[in-house]
């Protein structure tokens, strides 16, 4: 049974049919899978070869830091080209570049250290490209009516590849002398970035009627509609958690467990509840119970939180990443759903949906970059207790939501 047969017949209450996927909406589940599959493998395991060539938070930290930096940049770019050719010219591009970077990596091979700074530049400004592209396809495939349905089916078939990077990764890494394992997963890596944009041919370009490049008059929207200024301000709070929960979680558990193939059996058990909690969103999930995915996506990274400050030990982080892995879902696809209606609502009716998407990303990127700042300032190794107390800080920020999404409800 292929893909879209499955995801459109499969068992269970029958599915009305404005709540069916199209074929566009399926093609880009699959190529985000294979892009995921690839990324599992080489950006689970990129911070840890880091890691281990400086066993240096610091280096890590300026890398995600700049990293950070650079996306929102390449989704300024990418939504320009979007806009004067097609979003797919910068889907395409943000996928070869990305491969390009890997390609690089494989052949810089411990030089990497030496040159983290331009790769954190380069592998920024590509991802900025790949998502912007890949956002904007979201809203396109998919209508109010079937969203949040895609949006939850979409998280089950990115982490369903993200069970299986982990494991192929850590495996032939462990079983690897010295750091050929590393290069050995890049090089997969790269195979399958490039499987994805072959893919991608696959799905039909549009015309856009308006190609202006509307960036420039975003601040007068913001003093205009401060329903959407809040909505943004969400976007910089979730980033606030965020941005240490994409390069921390697997130092933590390499420093408790010290094998590389350990940590990517445990990166397969918390997709799989990722994947559990995005398949549930996706047949039970409405825009009605927002606020309540909020709470309950908010209490539980507190609660986990609170774990690690009892103690930094293997089970303690285990607790934490078991909770944070079913939050995350919650919290993502709720404000995600949340912020293409209101696009929908915005002037021009979608029209913008490039530069919102570029205004939603430079939010949620300030909020990451503040966090990872907020790390290294206050903690200078994992043994600092300051480490704990950031995290716990950032997550209790995260009931902010609540009231910026409740708000604009209200409003």
Known sequence: MSMLSWLQSHKGTPLATERRLSREAILTITIHSIFQFGASMAGLFLNLYLWRLT???????????????????????????????????????????????????????????????????????????????????????????????????NMVFFNAAGLLGPVIAGTIIGRSENLQGYVITFTLSFIMFLIAALVSLRVRTTTMRHKSYYLKLMPLLMRKNTV???????????????????????????????????????????????????YMMSRRANDNGAKYYILVSSSLV????????????????????????????LALNTINSYYYLLIGTLPLKGQMRNELVVMRETFMNIGRVISVVLLLVFSQDLQSSWLPTVLLCTAFMQYSIFFLLARSNSE
């Open 55 to 153: 066993e240096d938070l610091t280096v890590n930290g300026v890398y995600t830091i700049i990293n950070f930096i650079l996306t929102p940049i390449g989704f300024a770019v990418g939504g320009w080209i979007a806009k004067r050719k097609d979003r797919l010219v910068t889907y395409r591009l943000g996928i070869f570049m990305t491969a390009l970077f890997y390609l690089i990596v494989i052949i810089a091979r411990e030089n990497v250290v030496d040159f983290y700074v331009l790769f954190a530049l380069a592998n920024g400004f590509a991802a900025g490209l790949y998502w912007i592209g890949y956002l904007v396809l979201m809203y396109d495939v998919s209508t109010d009516n079937n969203r949040i349905r895609y949006l939850g089916l």
């Open 228 to 278: 959407w200024l809040k909505s943004l301000f969400a976007f910089l709070v979730f980033g606030l958690f965020q941005g240490i929960m994409l390069f921390l979680p697997n130092i933590l558990l390499f420093q408790t467990v010290g094998r590389e193939d350990v940590v990517g059996y445990l990166g397969v058990c918390f997709s799989g509840v990722i994947m559990v909690t995005g």
């Open 302 to 329: 507190v609660i986990g939180s609170l774990f690690l400050i009892y103690d930094v030990r293997l089970w303690t982080v285990i607790v934490f990443m078991i909770l944070f892995s079913i939050s995350n879902p």
